[in-house]
């Protein structure tokens, strides 16, 4: 484990304690000394204050990149080249440019570079996309992720030098959600993004992402510190119907188009001068998780990590699945750029 913060620590640590007949912490990999004691103490591991030295240690199969959003690339490099696996939290790379160099050197290397996109194995999208490809919200319209909060941030993630802002955070989360249920394309995106005094650092911590392909719904997705009343996570139009919610639940209701009476176009007004109206033949549906924290993601992407390092399964979390996610981030990045100009 390079990185011993929030993530390392909190997040993929924790998960693996939880699956100890499929992983042990060999190393771990921080600058601070109280940090890497503690790990000693509790995981019974080698500790390393310098990367190099820590990527060159020869009992590692797995290394894990938590550290840092600007040092992931530099880092999984090293890894590489040391013959090690790397699994590096997002964002994968804060430009296209050290994504790809980081997907190039997995391949000389033959070893796994692989995304920490947990979101994809949290219980609601898992439940979204089970309905989507139900069918039963016919023709999609419009899918609406939102990521709302109100909260003032003073770390290390409200600095672009290291990375930071709500693009690389949150965005990073949603548009690999939205590329897992729509397919790997390479839409057109429209940007435009604020700094709230809320934030002490010089990033963004207010964004909107529009994205839209041929075949594709409209999306549009809403990332913000600065919302006093956050709105569901999820809204999702179709022409049978809609779902919403969030990770605590999912409501969706849907018609079937073939009980609907048969209508025609009328060009003279109603009797009653009113609006057309019917009875529509509902079909009501929701589910709620109860038990799902955020860590229970990480546990399952690791239990699909060891899948695939037994050789059981393809790299579902392979690099090159989150290449048109930061090929999207980067562009979103350069347009606000354009508008601070």
Not at 206 to 227: F, M, N, Q
Not at 242 to 258: E, F, M, V
Not at 284 to 313: K, L
Request: aromatic share 6%.
């Amino acid at each position: 484990m390079a990185g011993l913060g929030r993530a390392g620590w909190g997040l993929h640590i924790a998960a693996l304690s939880k699956l100890p007949d499929m992983y042990v912490v060999k190393a771990v990999a921080d600058p601070g000394a109280d940090r890497r004691q503690e790990a000693v103490t509790r995981l019974g591991c080698r500790s390393y204050d310098d990367f190099e030295r820590f990527a060159a240690d020869d009992d590692i199969d797995l290394i894990v990149i938590a550290t840092p959003s600007h040092r992931h690339a530099s880092q999984a490099l090293t890894a590489l080249a040391n013959g090690k696996h790397v699994l590096i939290d997002k964002p994968f790379a804060t430009s296209l440019k050290d994504a790809d160099a980081v997907i190039s050197a997995a391949q000389d290397a033959q070893r796994l570079a692989l995304a920490s996109q947990n979101l994809r194995f949290t219980a609601d999208f898992i439940k979204v996309s089970q309905v989507l490809t139900s069918g039963v919200l016919g023709k999609l319209l419009q899918i609406s992720i939102r990521r709302h909060a109100f909260r003032r941030r003073w770390d290390w993630q409200t600095l672009r030098e290291h990375g930071g802002g709500i693009l690389n955070n949150d965005a990073s989360h949603v548009i690999d959600q939205v590329l897992v249920l729509l397919g790997q394309r390479s839409p057109a995106v429209f940007c435009s993004g604020r700094r709230s005094p809320l934030a002490l650092g010089d990033a963004e911590d207010h964004a909107k992402i529009i994205l839209t392909a041929p075949g594709w719904p409209l999306v549009d997705l809403e990332l913000s510190s600065t919302c006093a009343f956050p709105q569901e996570q999820w809204l999702i139009y179709g022409a049978c119907g809609s779902l919403t919610g969030g990770p605590s639940g999912l409501r969706w209701r849907y018609i079937d188009p073939l009980l609907l009476p048969p209508r025609e176009v009328a060009e003279r007004s109603t009797a009653d001068r009113a609006y057309n109206t019917e009875d529509l033949p509902w079909t009501e549906e929701e589910c709620s998780f109860p038990q799902e924290t955020y860590g229970t993601s990480h546990v399952r992407m690791y239990q699909e990590i060891h899948r695939t390092m037994a050789g059981n399964e393809p790299a579902a979390l392979d690099a090159r699945t989150v290449r048109q996610q930061i090929a999207i981030l980067d562009e979103c990045h350069k347009m606000l750029l354009t508008e601070e100009a």
